[in-house]
């Protein structure tokens, strides 16, 4: 509301318009995510990056809104795990310092790739290839 009050500031065509059939739409993935998410101890950006793709929402914005959901859930569990004395430190650095490196190296290698051929194909490659990851790695390992 408040973009288009002040003459549409920062309005881009794929911004999701939150009126009508489109915020119930929403408001129920929203729902259904979040309860799926939870019942399999997934992260919500499993489960919304594909959902926000089908609506239209650029490869970009949805990694990133996938990212920023999964870091809420994950700092509920670390703190739970440190509060009950279960956290094994030296082996949390060690993922941290990892994990940090291959974004770093992910991020440069997927803007090179974008400014060379204009696309964001890439993103929605590796998004599927992570739920397809997801979806056989979390019943193999949880069982």
């Given at each position: 509301?408040?973009?288009?009050?002040?003459?549409?500031?920062?309005?881009?065509?794929s911004?999701?318009?939150?009126?009508?059939?489109t915020?119930?739409?929403?408001?129920?993935?929203?729902?259904?995510g979040?309860?799926?998410?939870?019942?399999?101890?997934?992260?919500?950006?499993?489960?919304?990056?594909?959902?926000?793709?089908?609506?239209?929402?650029?490869?970009?914005?949805?990694?990133?809104?996938?990212?920023?959901?999964?870091?809420?859930s994950?700092?509920?569990?670390?703190?739970?795990?440190?509060?009950?004395?279960?956290?094994?430190?030296?082996?949390?650095?060690?993922?941290?310092?990892?994990?940090?490196?291959g974004?770093?190296?992910?991020?440069?290698?997927?803007?090179?790739?974008?400014?060379?051929?204009?696309?964001?194909?890439?993103?929605?490659?590796?998004?599927?290839?992570?739920?397809?990851?997801?979806?056989?790695?979390?019943?193999?390992?949880?069982?």
């Amino acid at each position: 509301m408040l973009k288009k009050k002040f003459q549409n500031i920062n309005l881009v065509e794929s911004d999701l318009k939150f009126e009508g059939k489109t915020l119930w739409i929403v408001l129920f993935l929203a729902f259904m995510g979040g309860w799926v998410a939870g019942a399999l101890g997934l992260g919500g950006g499993s489960i919304f990056n594909p959902l926000l793709l089908s609506m239209g929402v650029p490869p970009k914005v949805s990694s990133a809104t996938g990212m920023y959901l999964v870091t809420f859930s994950k700092i509920c569990a670390c703190l739970i795990y440190f509060l009950s004395g279960e956290l094994c430190m030296s082996f949390a650095i060690w993922i941290a310092a990892w994990s940090t490196f291959g974004s770093v190296i992910g991020l440069f290698l997927t803007n090179i790739y974008m400014e060379k051929y204009g696309r964001q194909s890439i993103l929605v490659f590796f998004l599927t290839f992570v739920l397809g990851l997801s979806c056989i790695g979390v019943p193999y390992f949880g069982y």
